[in-house]
Each structure stands twice: as structure tokens, then as C-alpha cells.
């Protein structure tokens, strides 16, 4: 299969994905400025999920430029990550709609973790499935930013029990951390 296949559903998924925390955003019935004050947690909630969205989709794009070939792993790891990506539209609801609460924080954190470990393992399927000459394995070998994130979202979902506040603030960081683009992949093609 090629990866062409692949690149347009995830694409796809994603931007559905986009769509469904969109269409959750309820308009207030008022005309004010003051209605949209309690609605403070879910668009905070939105615009960082919004972000993280993006990121993923980027790097998910980046990722499979080096893809030869698309194996059956290729394909279930991806699912995978999928999944995971999938649950975003639910925690940012839930996360948002009650300002951030404890618990919506800390399975924020926890679907924001599985989604890291997730892509982590699709690019171990992909270098395994790409062998020793992997472009993404020469990209991917001094990962600060890969091996940061895990570490950040469980020290999240740790505190969010007792200051969810917090938990966002490093969920925040993490994302910002991603933003600045990583040109490792675009280096090794470039030169390989």
C-alpha cells in the first residue's frame, strides 16, 4: 500500500476530529460580553486541544515522508495513535465545561499521554518496518522534545488532583515546547 492512503484518512480523521470540538462549542444566548464569562474553560480548553491537534497532524505529516513502504504494523500503529487522538473532542469537553476540574484534567493528561506513547510507538513500527538506513531513525535519534513530553504529562496528571490549574499549565507547556517547529525530519531528507 502506499502511503498516500494513509496520509489522507489520518488527515481526514483529524480534521473531523477539528470539526467535532467545534460543533461543541454552545453559543450563548445572550448578547453580552458578560455570557461569554462562564465559558472561560471551554474555549481555553478548545484553543489548547485545537493546538495539540494541529501539532499532531504536523508531525504526523513530517513522519510519513519517510515512509518507503506502509506494512500492516504501519497501519495498526497508526490506528492507535488514532484512537487516542480520537478521545480529544471528549476530555476537552469535559475538561472545559467543568473549568478544569480535577479529574477531566487529570484524564486530559492521561489520553494526552497515551496519545505521545502512541505516536512514540509508530515511529519504532516505522523504523523497524524502514530497517537500519530509516530516515526517521537518523531524525529521531536525539529526541528531547519525544522523551520530555511523557514525563511532563505525568507529572500533569499527578498534580491535577490537587491543583488542575497546574496540570494545565504543563499541558500548555508541552504544546508550546511542540510549536516551535522540529526540522529534524526535513534536515535528513534534504540531505538523504
Keep these: 500500500m502506499g502511503k498516500g492512503r494513509l496520509e489522507a484518512f489520518s488527515d481526514g480523521v483529524i480534521a473531523i476530529l477539528i470539526t467535532i470540538m467545534v460543533l461543541e462549542l454552545k453559543v450563548p444566548h445572550e448578547v453580552t460580553l458578560e455570557a461569554l464569562g462562564p465559558l472561560w474553560g471551554v474555549f481555553l480548553s478548545y484553543g489548547l486541544s485545537f493546538v495539540y491537534l494541529?501539532?499532531?497532524?504536523?508531525?504526523?505529516?513530517?513522519?510519513?515522508?519517510?515512509v518507503r513502504h506502509v506494512t500492516g504494523?504501519?497501519?495498526?500503529?497508526?490506528?492507535?495513535?488514532?484512537?487516542?487522538?480520537?478521545?480529544?473532542?471528549?476530555?476537552?469537553g469535559w475538561m472545559g465545561e467543568n473549568h478544569f476540574a480535577?479529574?477531566?484534567?487529570?484524564?486530559?493528561?492521561?489520553?494526552?499521554l497515551m496519545a505521545a506513547m502512541s505516536y512514540?510507538?509508530?515511529?519504532?513500527?516505522?523504523?523497524?518496518a524502514q530497517g537500519p538506513d530509516s530516515l526517521l531513525?537518523?531524525?529521531?535519534?536525539?529526541?528531547?522534545?519525544?522523551n520530555m513530553s511523557?514525563?511532563?504529562?505525568?507529572?500533569?496528571?499527578?498534580?491535577?488532583p490537587w491543583v488542575p490549574l497546574?496540570?494545565?499549565?504543563?499541558?500548555t507547556v508541552v504544546a508550546l515546547v511542540w510549536l516551535v517547529p522540529d526540522?529534524?525530519?526535513?534536515?535528513?531528507?534534504?540531505e538523504g
Excluded: C
Excluded at 78 to 92: G, K
Excluded at 137 to 146: C, F, I, S, V, Y
Excluded at 166 to 171: N, R, S, T
Design 102 to 112: 480535577p479529574i477531566p484534567t487529570a484524564i486530559y493528561g492521561v489520553v494526552l
Design 120 to 128: 512514540w510507538i509508530l515511529q519504532r513500527v516505522i523504523i523497524r
Design 54 to 66: 494541529g501539532i499532531y497532524w504536523n508531525n504526523h505529516h513530517h513522519m510519513l515522508h519517510t
Design 137 to 146: 531513525l537518523k531524525a529521531t535519534r536525539n529526541d528531547w522534545k519525544g
Design 183 to 190: 526540522r529534524r525530519i526535513e534536515r535528513v531528507l534534504h
Design 166 to 171: 497546574a496540570a494545565g499549565l504543563l499541558y
Design 73 to 92: 504494523g504501519i497501519l495498526w500503529a497508526n490506528h492507535h495513535l488514532l484512537f487516542w487522538l480520537s478521545l480529544v473532542p471528549f476530555v476537552t
Design 150 to 160: 511523557p514525563v511532563v504529562y505525568l507529572v500533569g496528571i499527578v498534580v491535577a
